[in-house]
């Protein structure tokens, strides 16, 4: 049977002080007051029922993703100690399932971006699926047609299409956030796509890779599989590496007899990666400002105000550009570019003002 | 005997959100935890004992004014219905110690501003009350010392010495708020001084000159300080002006037989009229950055922070000479140059998210 689990860890400080150690950026109601884990949530279940939908998180924000996604049963939400990298997030699940249900066949999909449109999504994602249970040599990855000469993301290098699907096709190689020029002949090119860090697979084939690529790992997720009391014990011993390294670049150059295939993705996606993201996605008054929250603008342009205090009002008048965020405990005050620093600025303020304020 | 009377009064919207219709800026603690009212009070204590110290308020903030200067009794807290200008702020208290102490000298002093220093401006009153003492046709303004041509002050036209006195001297006119080719040839004539809006005289002389100039006042303060009880019925009624339209011009033309004297007052002043002065006298850290309460700066010049909100923490990066100030019901973010304009900013808040803001 179809599984989807969805990974929202992370601690998000480049959405200090809306994000915090507590409650990641999945976690927080930006959009329309709903989380992007909540939107991750009602993109699974267009694919499989609620009760094969499972989260893996970080342990500490298990009670948050409960009660953001209360239609999640408990023993579906699968709490991390502590951050062993995305391998782990996927060997780990993979186990669990494998031991539930030997036929399982996962989507292995991420929260931290907002995604349109999602008829499209699901479509590719039932391809992927097709993908997967067609051949268990076949590990899905899915590919974002890119729109930009992009220098953050991973690039998948297309080969050759496989037969009887609509977008599948072998991957070549990996190739991890490319120079400009390179990133500009990989537009140019059209063989490369954007590598969206979802996967679907036979839970039984990644299991197989393990053992292959990480044979420590895998005996370390098989035994929580099997007793879920250890996992205090032995998961921080597990291996800290990515899926990347730890399995699919090994794959696609012929580590094992598996094969990586990329299925499209044609979606346009928007990485919530800070306040300028974050700006571009919610809606602006006439001015260009957007405003989340109390907030009272006069002679003010292209602003970002999110205040989530009510009975609190944020006032600007006579700037533009500016990102003010307002919460109980922190106010952020920066300029839409000076929020690519927040990350520095929150080590800052720990150090300053208090470990508790991030 | 010597009174001081201290005007308190006024909303003070240009340093909101500190300052509120319920907290006026004298009452704010902007200064090291002292309240401009808190210093104006330490200068009187300078020339009376407390108990000869009277403050004259808007009602709505008597509380505060008590629990700021606990060393006031409370009748010697006068607190107006409602604003009715200055003149009003004079003649009241005036016929109030006038029916205590026939004798009473006031001094009738503003709280608006820092003085410094405050050997030179005790010397100052001193010599005022000398000559309000002298003869009981003077009524003494002070004057200060012009240091700019300002055009947002009002000037005195000094006349011949009064003998006997170190700086005391007949005023032959008052002007308002000259342009500022008037104003330069003043400054460079060192004829003109600043009027500084604090006057010396017996009651009985400022009673006579009401009793001449604006009988129905006079009439009316005097029922005021005979029957207390009145007060919310008779103050509404009081004729609106300003004490320099209501005595003073009349008198330095002549209108009734009393004299304008003016004493030097030889001090810096810094009129608390906005935050832009505000940043001025605070001081800044090495980057520039005034940072009262709990703020962390990181890439930031030249700016001033104000947080009244303990286990809040206020954080800026990337920006320089803006004006972030946090209370715990509303933020104001602008530019030093921008807070000119918090007053309208504040119309638009109490219209737009509540007058309880405001």
């Not at 930009?148 to 599948?168: D, E, M, N, Q, V």
Request: glycine share 8%; aromatic share 6%; charged share 20%.
């Amino acid at each position: 049977m179809r599984y989807v689990v969805i990974m929202a860890g992370g601690s998000g400080t480049r959405l200090w002080p809306l994000s915090r150690k507590g409650t990641p950026k999945q976690l927080l109601k930006l959009i329309g007051g709903r989380s992007l884990l909540r939107l991750a949530f009602e993109r699974a279940r267009r694919l499989v029922p609620d009760d094969r939908i499972l989260v893996v998180t970080g342990a500490p924000y298990l009670d948050e993703v409960a009660a953001d996604l209360p239609e999640v049963a408990p023993g579906n939400l699968l709490g991390e100690p502590e951050g062993r990298d995305s391998l782990n997030a996927v060997a780990w699940p993979a186990a669990v399932l494998a031991h539930r249900d030997p036929d399982a066949v996962i989507a292995q999909l991420t929260a931290d971006q907002l995604i349109e449109p999602l008829d499209a999504f699901v479509e590719a994602l039932e391809e992927a699926f097709d993908v997967a249970e067609a051949d268990p040599r076949n590990l899905v990855t899915l590919g974002v047609l890119p729109t930009s000469p992009h220098t953050g993301y991973g690039y998948l290098h297309r080969g050759p299409a496989l037969p009887g699907f609509p977008t599948a096709c072998r991957v070549l190689e990996f190739r991890e956030k490319p120079d400009a020029a390179t990133a500009a002949a990989y537009l140019a090119s059209g063989d490369y796509w954007w590598n969206a860090g979802m996967f679907v697979w036979r839970a039984t084939t990644v299991l197989d890779q393990l053992a292959a690529l990480e044979p420590d790992t895998h005996a370390k997720v098989s035994e929580l599989a099997a007793h879920p009391d250890r996992l205090n014990e032995v998961f921080p011993t597990l291996r800290k590496t990515s899926v990347d390294f730890g399995i699919m670049e090994p794959v696609s150059q012929g580590a094992t007899d598996a094969r990586v295939v990329a299925v499209a993705l044609p979606i346009q996606w928007r990485d919530m990666g800070g306040f300028a993201s974050l700006a571009e996605v919610l809606a602006a008054d006439p001015a260009g400002n957007v405003v989340d929250g109390d907030g009272v603008l006069m002679d003010a342009e292209g602003n970002l105000v999110i205040n989530t205090v009510p009975g609190h009002v944020v006032s600007l008048t006579g700037v533009s550009d500016m990102v003010v965020v307002h919460t109980p405990d922190a106010t952020l005050v920066t300029t839409l570019e000076g929020a690519e620093n927040v990350k520095a600025l929150v080590a800052q303020v720990a150090s300053q003002a208090g470990a508790r304020y991030v």
